[in-house]
């Protein structure tokens, strides 16, 4: 409850009025037996001017404040007046620079009696190269919450496009240099052959890195510099092993530092290291200047974790390498609802078997299965994603690579290429919590919005695929985007 405190002239005389009568058109009650005794103290005892006048000014200021953002709220906010008339929606597309503006208009939305999202449409405005900018704006709709919804599977496809050219032209990366001949050349160098199993990205990467032309041998031009260690090879490394990989990361940081100025200038900052394998979240906790300054680009990105941190750090893609297109994957007749096959080595994964273990429309299986796995992806309509001892499998390429729309249930995941792609328009995320709420959540996306998300599957698959040479957007492409956009727009000499 509100008050307004009016005091008079008469020593220790105050009236209390409720400001709500104002908002309700009427008084409250407020005859509550502690109040009442709070006012008749009050109202007995006598205070000096100089007392009254400490309290009269700020309660002054405060009702007047109160009043100018309630006449605020209502004079520019749908929040009492209920929902705005479709009439006032006037929409004004966004043109790039450099694109003719003498056709622009401004419209309305389109509004169907019948629909709760209604469709928008836009003035056809075209470029230099004549193709339509309304384009970029013809899968926004209007949400039943008020919110337009974009269904591209980009952010701004014309923006990342503009980006990407830029980053082929310009970006430059400087890798450490090492010898055939070094010690620990297995972990340093790129890898002699085609990369393969479940943590084949942190190869892939480097393999393909080291022959693009985003290599400069020399450091001024650099934006980034590439800290080239293995920790998946390093972890196999007898010599090294688990145990050992902290001690490397320090020394090899040490040797770096003492040998090239370009550490210490920025404390690592504009340094970065791949690593996919699991073991990485933990191999720089004798480096902590590694963990805090430079950017990682890791598979088991969690918001959870204190060592990964979003706007610094990228998610690298697990990826499991397949090439060219399974069969059947236009023509795949989807008749399970949803698949998950794995171990269950988490609580996330228990609770999922517990609840779902039987069900006729969800299958989900761990341990080995009868039947192929491509077959069981290519049969469903979902596959699940689910949390194991990291945030991170490689479930997610396996499902877009079989043109299977992901089910993310990994809380506190930083998904990959977040920075570009919008994952709402070709996932869904579900937490954890709602596992019991599966098959309502899946049966309550429309006909309309599946195939909405499946031809966007299809469409996102090549983001997450490894290719020796690359080709364009493809996962490494994608990855040196995102390094890009982390670079230092100050290059220090």
Not at 48 to 73: E, G, K, Q, V
Not at 177 to 187: G, K, L, S, V
Not at 429 to 438: E, F, H, K, S
Request: glycine share 6%; hydrophobic share 40%; aromatic share 14%.
């Amino acid at each position: 409850m509100i008050f307004v405190v009016c005091w008079y002239l008469s020593p220790g005389f105050y009236c209390a009025k409720s400001l709500s009568c104002l908002l309700e058109g009427g008084l409250e009650t407020l005859a509550m037996a502690n109040t009442s005794l709070l006012f008749y103290y009050f109202g007995h005892r006598r205070f000096s001017p100089s007392f009254r006048s400490f309290f009269f000014i700020p309660t002054c200021l405060a009702l007047f404040t109160s009043l100018f953002i309630l006449f605020y709220i209502s004079t520019t906010s749908n929040l009492f007046s209920g929902q705005l008339h479709p009439s006032a929606l006037l929409l004004k597309p966004h043109l790039p620079s450099g694109s003719s503006s003498n056709t622009q208009e401004t419209i309305p939305a389109l509004f169907h009696n019948d629909s709760t999202t209604p469709l928008m449409h836009f003035p056809s405005e075209k470029n230099d190269d004549g193709r339509n900018e309304s384009q970029r704006f013809s899968k926004l709709q209007l949400g039943s919450n008020g919110i337009y919804v974009n269904n591209e599977v980009f952010h701004d496809r014309d923006i990342f496009m503009e980006d990407y050219k830029e980053m082929n032209r310009s970006f430059k990366i400087y890798a450490y240099p090492h010898r055939q001949n070094d010690p620990f050349a297995n972990a340093l160098l790129p890898v002699d052959f085609e990369p393969r199993g479940n943590y084949a990205s942190e190869s892939y990467f480097k393999k393909v890195l080291m022959k693009s032309h985003f290599i400069t041998k020399d450091p001024t031009k650099a934006d980034l510099f590439f800290l080239p260690f293995s920790i998946a090879r390093l972890r196999h490394d007898p010599r090294i092993g688990v145990g050992g990989i902290q001690d490397f990361i320090r020394d090899y940081i040490s040797n770096i530092s003492r040998k090239y100025p370009y550490w210490n200038r920025t404390g690592g900052a504009d340094h970065f290291y791949v690593a996919c394998h699991s073991i990485g979240r933990s191999a720089m906790e004798k480096a902590e200047e590694v963990k805090f300054n430079a950017i990682q680009v890791v598979c088991s990105s969690s918001y959870f974790l204190s060592g990964h941190i979003a706007h610094k750090d990228a998610s690298l893609p697990q990826v499991w390498p397949r090439q060219g297109d399974p069969p059947g994957i236009a023509s795949s007749k989807r008749k399970k609802l949803a698949f998950f096959a794995g171990s269950i080595n988490s609580p996330v994964r228990e609770r999922l078997l517990q609840v779902w273990r039987n069900d006729t429309e969800i299958f989900v299986h761990f341990g080995r299965l009868t039947t192929p796995y491509a077959d069981e992806l290519l049969g469903s309509k979902f596959c699940f994603h689910v949390k194991g001892f990291e945030v991170n499998t490689a479930r997610i390429a396996d499902s877009l690579y079989y043109g299977c729309v992901p089910v993310i249930i990994a809380n506190h995941y930083d998904l990959p290429f977040t920075d570009i792609l919008n994952w709402k328009s070709f996932s869904v995320v579900v937490a954890t919590l709602d596992i019991p709420l599966l098959k309502k959540i899946l049966h309550g996306i429309s006909s309309e919005k599946y195939q909405m998300l499946q031809k966007n599957v299809l469409e996102v698959r090549n983001h997450f695929q490894w290719n020796l040479p690359p080709v364009d957007y493809d996962a490494f492409n994608m990855v040196m985007y995102e390094l890009w956009l982390r670079r230092s727009s100050v290059r220090i000499p």
